[in-house]
């Protein structure tokens, strides 16, 4: 199956500080990437949608201005995570489309651990 | 927005016995996919189901698109004990539209 990686695995930052993390796709060229976010014993709840060379579309409630999405490459999308805040903390998961024609699957990372101190 | 129903919630059960989880949506889907998620991982895909009526199997695991389209069921036989983690189904009402999950199925197999 295809291979997603992300990095950072986890990470631990202050609050007020900006947070990046990378999602790779790295045996296929993805032009659709997905973020998202989930709490403890919870569901993932999709954050937004990154589309390579264009701006990412947000779910509603989600704010643009604090988690930046970049898509500069086929196999590379970025989350920024800006002026984080203890609330902040979760689980974020990146996730890559492989469409075959009338086919469409998404396979995950192995997510990012943040915590917001 | 679209809302899949997952059950049980969660599973306790004997090493060796066989279980079995569904989701419903009042909706029509076209994709069906089942993922595994271990604790501070990223779901993993078990399978994926594309058209109604499809059974498609993966080892000890079987999962159906439903004739209806508006359900799915994923059966684990003779279960062991690291099929311990949470399922997700989750599905495509078109393609291309954004992936909708279900709550999850926490299994917990007792050796």
């Known amino acids: 199956g295809a291979v997603v990686s992300q990095h950072p695995s986890w990470v631990i930052c202050k609050s007020g500080t900006s947070v990046k993390i990378e999602c790779r796709s790295l045996?296929?060229?993805?032009?659709?990437m997905f973020w998202y976010r989930q709490f403890p014993k919870q569901s993932l709840m999709l954050m937004a949608t990154?589309?390579?060379?264009?701006?990412?579309?947000?779910e509603q409630g989600v704010e643009k201005d604090k988690f930046l999405i970049n898509h500069a490459s086929l196999t590379l999308s970025t989350l920024t995570v800006t002026s984080a805040h203890p609330e902040d903390s979760s689980f974020y998961i990146c996730s890559a489309r492989v469409p075959s024609g009338a086919t469409d699957t998404q396979y995950f990372g192995p997510g990012t651990r943040l915590t917001v101190l | 927005g679209q809302q899949l129903n997952q059950s049980p919630q969660s599973m306790f059960i004997q090493e060796g016995e066989d279980v079995s989880m569904n989701c419903t949506s009042s909706s029509i889907f076209n994709t069906w996919l089942w993922y595994k998620q271990d604790p501070g991982e990223g779901p993993v895909l078990l399978i994926a189901?594309?058209?109604?009526?499809e059974l498609t199997s993966n080892g000890r695991l079987t999962a159906q698109f439903g004739i209806t389209r508006k359900d799915s069921f994923l059966n684990i036989s003779a279960s062991i004990p690291s099929d311990v983690g949470i399922y997700f189904c989750a599905g495509h009402i078109t393609s291309g539209s954004r992936l909708t999950f279900g709550e999850g199925t926490q299994l917990t197999v007792n050796p």
């Open positions: 189901l594309y058209k109604a009526g």
């Open positions: 990154s589309n390579e060379g264009s701006k990412a579309t947000y």
């Open positions: 045996d296929f060229q993805a032009t659709t």
